[in-house]
């Protein structure tokens, strides 16, 4: 018997895969195109040859633990203690998993925004406990009454994800303020914040749980270093927690996958010591504005893109097909690949959206919103 009867491949997968096949642009999976920094891979070609190769510590290569105490020093003022409070992961996708085997029980509820990113509902299933999922209002801002109504004596974490994938939105002080009123009232309630695209945010500045004093203790932050200097295939991220909770989390951690990969931790730690994360949102913001303007003359709606590096579009004057059909037909008839939102939802509610990954060169950037303005 399968233990998890109704999750299939993802839809990352299943894109890509059709993308390649067919010879298609690939603005599905969120991966950037463009080279990464040479003073990144000048590093890691050096360490490949000196003696970087065996285990690191458990919790992350020291050094890097301060680093990253340091940005988030330098990010939010918040000051936090590297060896206690700071775990570094295989990527996110780790951090979130480990969170979740490590603090949530069988029969145990956790609060999902619908839609949301794909890889929060299957840990949940796996610890026996249930996803309560909440549907994000229609402009995808959370409805705190429905939240809170849907919260019980159960409900053990609400998961956030700020910025937002697939929809671009973020977080504002308000929805903190209604975050943390409720959690007076549900005092075992646990954060886990969300916030790999903590870097890439446009007109408005993006609000860290970092800097919320009130959910400090009782909050999992989590973000990837794939994002932030766009190596998604390095796998290396991290999650803060407080000591009571990161107790638990390391327990896991420590038999998931005892220490992460070390020549990139490596590199990732000396790289920090070079540059900052101050240019990061601009250059994603150069590239939205770009691939909006590029699109305007087609039938394609734009929604409105906070941050992250996708963008959401409609496709209902072109077209009335599911998205997932219409998806399949972007690719094979006009050699553009994109993700169905649909497969961000709990019942695949169908609103005839898709998104685009604009983490692209310009020429990619170019020739795809050339092919899309031709539908
Ligand atoms: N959370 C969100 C919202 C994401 O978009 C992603 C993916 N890219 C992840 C988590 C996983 O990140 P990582 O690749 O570092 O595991
Ligand atoms: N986070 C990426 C996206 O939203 C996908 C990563 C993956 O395929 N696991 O496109």
Redesign the pocket.
């Known amino acids: 018997m399968s233990k998890l009867p109704n999750i299939g491949t ?1 839809i ?2 299943v894109m890509s895969k059709m993308a390649a096949e067919h010879g298609a642009i690939n603005l599905s ?2 991966f950037p195109n463009f080279p990464v920094d040479e003073q990144l891979t000048n590093i890691v070609a050096r360490l490949a040859k000196e003696n970087v190769h065996q285990y690191l510590p458990m919790a992350g290569y020291p050094p890097l633990l301060s680093n990253i105490a340091l940005l988030v020093k330098n990010s939010y003022r918040r000051i936090i203690l590297p060896e206690i409070e700071i775990l570094v992961t295989a990527g996110a ?1 780790q951090a979130i998993f480990t969170t979740i085997q490590a603090l949530i029980q069988t029969d145990d509820e956790v609060i999902i925004l619908d839609p949301s ?1 794909d890889c929060y509902e299957a840990p949940v299933l796996l610890c026996n406990a249930t996803a309560v999922r909440v549907s994000l209002n229609d402009d995808y801002t959370p409805n705190w009454t429905t939240i809170r109504k849907a919260c019980s004596a159960n409900t053990k974490m609400i998961i956030i994800n700020n910025p937002h ?1 697939p929809t671009g939105k973020i977080l504002t002080q308000s929805d903190f303020e209604a975050l943390e009123s409720l959690l007076q009232q549900f005092p075992d309630i646990i954060v886990l914040s969300d916030e790999v695209y903590e870097y890439i945010t446009f007109e408005e500045k993006h609000i860290s749980a970092h800097t919320r004093i009130n959910l400090l203790n009782r909050c999992v932050m989590v973000s990837s270093f794939g994002k932030s200097f766009h190596v ?1 295939g390095w796998k290396v991220g991290y999650l803060v927690a407080p000591e009571h909770l990161m107790k638990e989390i390391k327990k896991v951690h420590q038999f998931l996958v005892f220490s992460v990969n070390s020549i990139c931790q490596v590199a990732i730690s000396e790289y920090l010591d070079m540059v900052s994360v101050d240019g990061i949102g601009s250059l994603y913001q150069t590239k939205r504005d770009y691939f909006r303007e590029l699109l305007k003359t087609s039938r394609f709606k734009l929604l409105p893109c906070e941050g992250t590096y996708f963008q959401v579009a409609s496709y209902a004057a072109i077209s009335n097909e599911n998205d997932v059909d219409f998806c399949k037909r972007l690719i094979t008839e006009y050699g553009v690949a994109a ?1 169905p939102i649909s497969s961000f939802y709990e019942n695949g509610k169908d609103l005839h959206l898709i998104r685009f ?1 604009f983490a692209k060169d310009n020429a990619t950037l170019e020739e795809a919103a050339k092919r899309l303005c031709k539908i």
């Open positions: 993802s990352f997968t999976q969120g996708t990113y994938n998604t993700i990954c």
